[in-house]
């Protein structure tokens, strides 16, 4: 039924795109937004019989549209509109990594690294035509320093920590005062060797996917 939209819309000469019942029309001033939004609306009503959700149109800028979860900004460089996640979207993409990398969340590192690769490479696989590279860094930045506390709450004793941090190439030394330095957990795991011992390939060896660099890979794919 809604093709029938689309025909209308591209007689009236239009800028337009719909994804299901979500479409957005693209003009160039506010009256001519109005204008447009008040007409369409009567005509689908019209037309098509259907209901349009008032609260669900509305009349905004480019740089404060939210369509499928992406965002848009100017590119001052290239002159031209580009996307990217949604604020909304990032925010609810933190959360969920943030709750499978919960350390009161009792499962083997193996599950749980397998959980968060399945979130990662959906998200991204939808995502991946936006611009979001510092975003995919913070991100990746962030999930490895939850995943350093996982790993040091599980080694819980200095012993084990010592242990740990000597097994990871750390000096025998070194990894004994950093393993009596307590649980301040995100203390250790950001300003001692912890970082340097649980470091990214160390986590990509346990088979963690790196967002930034599963990013960089698809986004490309996407722009071929």
Known sequence: ??????????????????????????VRSEASAKRVMYSITDWIQRKLGLKVNAEKTRITRP?????????????????EWKCRPHR???????RTL????????????????QRLNWVIRG???YFALGSMKTVMNDVDAHLRTRLRVIIWKKWKVPKKRQWGLQKLGIGKDLARQTSYMGDHYQWVVTKTCVVRAISKEKLSQAGLVSCYD???????LKLC
């Open 1 to 26: 039924m809604l093709n029938e939209l689309d025909k209308e819309l591209e007689k009236r000469g239009l800028r337009f795109v719909r994804y299901a019942d979500d479409c957005v029309i693209a």
């Open 63 to 79: 740089g404060r549209l939210k369509y499928l979860g992406f965002g848009f900004y100017k590119d001052s460089k290239a002159k």
């Open 88 to 94: 909304d979207s990032v925010e609810k993409f933190k």
């Open 98 to 113: 943030k709750k499978l990398t919960n350390r009161s969340q009792s499962m083997a590192f193996a599950v749980r690294v």
């Open 123 to 125: 998200w991204i696989n």
């Open 214 to 220: 599963y990013y960089l890979e698809h986004h490309a």
